[in-house]
């Protein structure tokens, strides 16, 4: 066999694999709007392989929306109005220089008169320009990977009403974060639960993100308030414990520093939970108090006092906030609150990198990025749930890309510190009964 001809059949077996990732996926999540550059990454086929696929996929979703605008939404049992659903059909629209068979929906008068065309299907079969234009939109959708806003543009391109698709968007949010809001732990070994905020439209949303046994992390809830807000966390708190997060284990937490987030775990899980407060927000609270010519000293101080024995490290950080207090009385305040906490990991004698990856909230503000990019084409919200949903939409998204964390081979460490001081409570425990 050549090498021209080896290399064909390489590309035909690369195209079906292609074709067979999409429709998998398509099934497994019931809708168009997927993440597409990760089907091109996985599959390592070409956008245009790629494109029959994709575009038939969301077309096709365009298609029942069309419809859905003339007949109203299926649902069994139920009368309806004038038109009926009638299966499907296969039909052919042009898009750009190619044809592309699809499935279309069809629908007929009730009272005899006949089939009802679909509004969308007669501009793409009839315009092969607009079939470009739908062609161009995917394209820049699957190479940007903002494939949120392929359909609604592609839906405005066709005649479709943006307030279907905007419907169609608070029905699947809204479903996801009933779905995000129920998930269960109880049999997940979790070790460490970071909880931090976004502020989405001058409101915060409370986040709470998991690492297990394997580093793996897990999405474990949102809730509408601060972490100064002492009901929400709460609140979210309970509905974690609720969800199968036991409060009889031992649990590192990692927060931001606010004062009702501390009581609030303190109320809920007692002595049981190891506090680490972040030193990212630690640092930048102090620093944010200091003229720019004092900062970069003291950041510096801090940052090498955290790679310390607590004891050695704490003591050079009350010594720095003596010498700030006559001048920077704020600084040295905001330095000194909650000390102790910010030293939690290093009394676990954990690896270094470990260390580095579980005193910040860092895991929580990464993919905060994903959801500002989600929700920055929001102009205006309408209340607290859509903002909820939106954040909920955006961290979903981020989920799929979760990595394990850093220093995941040294995790032992940290399970074994959680146990030890879980044995120690139990012999203090059998002694005072004594």
Known sequence: MDKSTARGRVQIVRRKQGAQVVREALAAHGQALLPMLELVEHAQVTIDELMGEAARALIEQLLQLSAQELAGAKHQGRAGGDLGWHGMQHGRIVLAERKLRVARPRLRRKDGAGEVEIPAYRRLHDDARLGGRVRDIVIAGVSTRQYRKVLPQVADSVGIAKSSVSRRFIEASAAQLATLQKRRFDDVDLLAIYIDGIVVAGRHVLVAIAVDATGAKHLLGLADGATENAAVVKD?????????????????????????????????????????????????????????????????????????????????????????????????????????????????????????????????????????????????????????????????????????IQGVKDLWMLKAALHRSLDARRVDGVRKAA
């Open 236 to 404: 979210l708190l309970s509905d974690l414990i609720a969800r199968g997060v036991d409060p009889r284990r031992e649990y590192l937490f990692v927060i931001d520093g606010a004062k009702a987030l501390a009581a609030a775990i303190e109320q809920l899980f007692g002595d049981r939970a190891h506090v680490q407060r972040c030193r990212t927000h630690k640092v930048r609270n102090v620093v944010e108090r200091l003229p720019k010519e004092l900062a970069a000293q003291v950041k510096s101080v801090m940052h090498a006092a955290y790679k310390l024995a607590p004891k050695d490290g704490i003591a050079k950080l009350r010594q720095q906030a003596k010498w700030l207090q006559t001048d920077h009385p704020d600084a040295a305040a905001s330095l000194l609150e909650g000390l102790e906490q910010t030293f939690t990991v290093n009394r676990m004698n954990l690896s270094p990198p470990l260390i580095r990856c579980l005193s910040t909230t860092n895991l929580v503000e990464n993919p905060n990025g994903i959801v500002r990019a989600t929700t920055r084409r929001v102009k205006h919200y309408r209340d607290a749930e859509m903002i909820t949903r939106w954040v909920a939409a955006g961290f979903l998204e981020a989920e799929k890309s979760f990595r394990k």
